[in-house]
Nanobody, 124 residues
Framework: QVQLVESGGGLVQPGGSLRLSCAAP????????GGWYRQAPGKQREVVAT???????NYADSVKGRFTISRDNAKRTVYLQMDSLKPEDTAVYYC??????????????????WGKGTLVTVSS
């Protein structure tokens, strides 16, 4: 079972920044498409940002202009840069990979890999 690993969460004051990372294991050559999701206490999981194989990005309205999703195929990692954080951004953040390659000559493969989540708390 492939498990992605998120990191970079923590406690930050309102207006601050954090960068989340989502790393794939060595059994995966690259994460080509995927996204970041979050779940606040008592709420359903929601999509925050997604990135396609072509590099197109989409964001939830609540984070547009503040968050940026990116990926580094050489590091098998997807990032979420979060700026101007607000208390309502407090949640557990999860990453997902829905298209990967298992070697450099492989075709794109559909997948549904998730991490265990990293907690982001925005509070003064």
């Amino acid at each position: 079972q492939v498990q992605l690993v998120e990191s970079g969460g923590g406690l930050v004051q309102p207006g601050g920044s954090l960068r989340l990372s989502c790393a794939a294991p060595a059994s995966i050559f690259s994460i080509n498409a995927g996204g970041w999701y979050r779940q606040a206490p008592g709420k359903q999981r929601e999509v925050v940002a997604t990135i396609t194989n072509e590099g197109s990005t989409n964001y939830a309205d609540s984070v547009k202009g503040r968050f940026t999703i990116s990926r580094d195929n050489a590091k098998r990692t997807v990032y979420l840069q979060m700026d101007s954080l607000k208390p309502e951004d407090t949640a557990v953040y999860y990453c997902n990979a829905d298209k990967v390659k298992y070697d450099p000559f492989d075709a794109l493969r559909h997948s549904d890999y998730w991490g265990k989540g990293t907690l982001v708390t925005v509070s003064s």
